[in-house]
């Protein structure tokens, strides 16, 4: 992991996204509304780009 990322701040990006196969509708909203908020954020952390 890059300097530039904060490791407290990519874990508690990982451990809110949990990546995994997604199984149902429920989870791909979930995982698509967690896509359009970083995409709509504009200028991103290094953590978020890693993400």
């Not at 874990?11 to 990546?19: H, I, M, S």
């Not at 698509?32 to 954020?41: F, G, S, T």
């Amino acid at each position: 992991m890059s300097t530039a990322t904060s490791r407290p701040e990519y874990a508690d990006l990982l451990a809110r996204a949990l990546p995994s196969v997604i199984h149902s509708e429920k989870e791909n909203e979930r995982y698509l509304a967690m896509l359009e908020e970083l995409d709509q954020k504009g200028k991103l952390s290094a953590a978020e780009q890693r993400l």
